[in-house]
């Protein structure tokens, strides 16, 4: 079972991730005629900004039983990696990004699917499955279509955050509830 003072640390991350996310998915969704650069750019800073969020989630983690902080911990710094590489390669082939950061979102998608029971409580184990399998899906066109990438690979990845966006938030706060139920239970 997650501790008080583990939740307490994890909510707020998930609910910055949630957030960073739908404004993310908002920025390519809004200005889909902006420059490729620009919005590689756009990608990296939310690259750095969730995998720092991240990375934060799976240090609080580090005492639980569990190992799958190490998980987290690797999915946040894999992230930072790539927005750093996207600032100083702003014209990277844009392929080759596409295609790894479709590999990303397979990863993390899995670990989404894999991990609930040990991450979060009974209520959010629905919601980071279905987080899981957006993920994936949308990790699936990216690697395998990239081609078609360009200005498709920015609808599909700002889609996947605005529908993904919403369901981490909402697993935020189900992590918050349960906060304040141990509270109030006096765990």
Request: hydrophobic share 60%; glycine share 10%.
């Amino acid at each position: 079972m997650i501790g008080s003072h583990l939740l307490k640390n994890l909510w707020w991350s998930m609910l910055t991730r949630g957030i960073s996310l739908i404004l993310f998915g908002l920025i390519l969704l809004i200005w889909p005629g902006a420059t490729l650069a620009i919005a590689v750019l756009i990608l990296a800073a939310y690259l750095v900004i969730d995998g720092s969020a991240r990375m934060i989630a799976g240090i609080f983690s580090v005492s639980t039983k569990s190992w799958s902080w190490i998980w987290i911990i690797l999915l946040g710094l894999t992230e930072i990696i790539l927005g750093i590489v996207a600032f100083k390669f702003p014209d990277l082939v844009v392929i080759r990004f596409i295609m790894l950061i479709g590999l990303f979102l397979i990863i993390n998608g899995f670990h989404q699917i894999i991990s609930p029971d040990e991450n979060y409580v009974s209520e959010a184990k629905n919601l980071s499955i279905l987080a899981g399998i957006f993920s994936i899906i949308a990790g699936f066109l990216l690697l395998f279509r990239p081609i078609a990438g360009g200005t498709a690979f920015f609808w599909v990845l700002g889609l996947y955050a605005l529908i993904t966006g919403p369901i981490i938030i909402a697993i935020s706060f189900h992590l918050k509830n349960e906060i304040d139920k141990r509270i109030a239970s006096g765990k």
